[in-house]
Nanobody
Framework: QVQLVESGGGLVQAGGSLRLSCAASGRTFTNVDMGWYRQAPGKEREFVAMTRWSWRGYNSDYADSVKDRFTISRDNARNAVYLEMNSLEPGDAAIYYC????????????WGQGTQVTVSS
């Protein structure tokens, strides 16, 4: 059973930085997509960033709203994925969720419990 535990959220001033971590357990994660989504109050959960696995290696995708400010990385030895967030804006405030997407005939999405990011203006 996959378990995802996020950490690193908190309160930061606009323009500041935070680093989110997600510790994964329950299976091998080297050949799956790992990433982040977020959900602000009254809004739907939205994609933030993802490291996608293929036989050619890993590629990173970002939402346009965070491109050039956020950086996603993964450490397969630690079964972890990280999100470095710089130049934070009030619009980045949300609960951030770690996601693991396992492809195949029956794709599966696994989610963490979320970590709160608050940005003060």
């Amino acid at each position: 059973q996959v378990q995802l535990v996020e950490s690193g959220g908190g309160l930061v001033q606009a323009g500041g930085s935070l680093r989110l971590s997600c510790a994964a357990s329950g299976r091998t994660f080297t050949n799956v997509d790992m990433g982040w989504y977020r959900q602000a109050p009254g809004k739907e959960r939205e994609f933030v960033a993802m490291t996608r696995w293929s036989w050619r290696g890993y590629n990173s995708d970002y939402a346009d709203s965070v491109k050039d400010r956020f950086t996603i990385s993964r450490d397969n030895a630690r079964n972890a994925v990280y999100l470095e967030m710089n130049s934070l804006e009030p619009g980045d405030a949300a609960i951030y969720y770690c996601n693991v997407h396992v492809g195949g005939q029956v794709p599966v999405d696994c989610w963490g419990q979320g970590t709160q990011v608050t940005v003060s203006s």
